[in-house]
């Protein structure tokens, strides 16, 4: 059994009978639905299609039609608030369009683009293999995200770009090109230029530092070590040469032998800087042989904060200075 | 239940928002329910017989029923869903 329930209202056409394409518009309406309920819900204002049976085509109702329409034109909106341009590719790939350029200053440099394929361009970050993958994806007819590509433009400056792109297709779904969006990402990879510049620079100045150090994580291990400390050897002594990777704090409990009751003291006293936080301090002095003969030395470690995260750093110098007996 | 709409036709919009009120007071999360947009899907709309959108079909318990329109009269609604 079927139970059809329309909304019974009062009539309230949604299509104001205005002109010759009204009247065909009524027309239309009234040839597609003949039923009753149908009639009724539509005249009460609460359908927003009707479907052609035969085609399986909507008729948008004129409210309905707005709306799709103003939807349309805010989801346009949404993509030119996200994005920084938009471009339309052939079925060679070749840009064909591109569009939302006409405030920007480097509009003439994009324009420029037409004709080409991304990879007809200046471009300088991408691998043979970056490419390779990239090709597939299209030979594939598949979309891609955030393809990061720089470039330089005439006046050598440096420009990134993000591409994103869908692939499009006719309605006989026949592959007629890309199309998609851009961001310019110039300033984020300017910025990371520099962070890692300033990365090399600091890691180049802690390898220059004759002492010993390395930086410990929450959980003890050795998450940077400067060449000193690499080059140091196991064989001299607790806390020498623990490599990138492994774990100081548990390398120190783990100590065995001679070096037992040394190692449970560093390994106190990273618990204890930790645990206090950013700038405390605890030293630790050691006596050793090696095969240069007997030796002192000093252990240093520092708490301290890098982006949030707690670390210590090892110091780990040679014989302390004649004041500062030994224990 | 299967409720076809129209893209983000006003009274898709708002049947949308109705049967999610109702299905949440009423049924908690015991129900099936299907939205097709016959704008993104035509070819479901008239394989389903579907003449107007929004509408609504429950499809079981039986007896089916069709509900056109935006789903705004609520004692209807639920009188035809079996609710009351």
């Known amino acids: ?156 400056q440096v420009h990134g770009i993000s591409f994103s792109g869908e692939p499009e297709f006719d309605a006989n779904d026949r592959f007629v090109g890309y199309y998609g969006v851009a961001l310019d990402i110039t300033g984020r990879m300017q910025a990371q230029a520099a962070a890692t510049r300033l990365q090399h620079q600091a890691l180049a100045a802690l390898d220059a530092i004759p002492t010993q150090v390395c930086v410990l994580d929450a959980n003890g291990t050795v998450v940077l070590a400067n060449q000193a400390w690499r080059a140091c050897e196991r064989t001299s002594g607790i806390a020498a040469g623990v490599p990138e990777g492994a774990n100081f704090l548990a390398w120190c409990d783990r100590a065995a032998g001679p070096e037992r009751a040394d190692g449970a003291a560093v390994a106190a006293g990273i618990r204890q800087v930790m645990a206090a936080g950013a700038g405390a301090c605890f030293e630790h002095r050691v006596a050793t042989a090696d095969v240069q003969g007997p030796r002192v030395f000093s252990l240093q470690l520092t708490a301290c904060h890098a982006d949030g995260e707690a670390c210590t750093v090892v110091s780990r110098t040679g014989d302390p200075p004649p004041s500062a007996p030994p224990r | ?82 609710l009351t």
Request: contains cysteine; proline residues 5%.
């Open chain 1, 1 to 156: 059994m079927s139970a059809r329930v329309a909304a019974a209202a009062a009539p309230v056409h949604p299509a104001p009978a205005r002109g010759k394409s009204a009247a065909a518009f009524q027309g239309a309406i009234l040839r597609l639905v003949k039923g009753g309920p149908e009639r009724r819900a539509i005249d009460a204002g609460e359908i927003d299609a009707v479907v052609d049976t035969t085609t399986g085509r909507a008729l948008l109702l004129p409210a309905a039609q707005q709306a799709v329409l103003h939807d349309k034109a805010h989801a346009i909106s949404l993509l030119a608030m996200a994005s920084d341009w938009s471009w339309r590719q052939d079925e060679q790939h070749r840009f064909t369009t591109i569009t939302g350029l006409s405030e920007r200053s480097d509009a003439a440099d994009l324009a420029t683009f037409i004709g080409h394929a991304l990879w007809d361009l200046p471009l300088e970050n991408l691998s043979e293999a970056d490419w390779l993958t990239h090709h597939t994806q299209r030979d594939w007819r598949v979309g891609f995200r955030a393809l990061e590509l720089r470039g330089s433009d005439a006046r050598g």
């Open chain 2, 1 to 82: 239940m299967r409720l076809y709409i129209a893209g983000a036709g006003p009274n898709s919009v708002q049947a949308v928002a109705n049967l999610q009120a109702i299905c949440r007071e009423y049924l908690a999360g015991g129900h099936q329910l299907e939205i097709i947009d016959i704008l993104e899907h035509p070819l479901r709309a008239m394989s389903d017989g579907i003449l107007v959108t929004p509408s609504l079909n429950k499809l079981s318990p039986l007896p089916v029923a069709q509900i056109l329109g935006n789903l705004n009269d609520r004692p209807k609604v639920l009188l035809a869903l079996g």
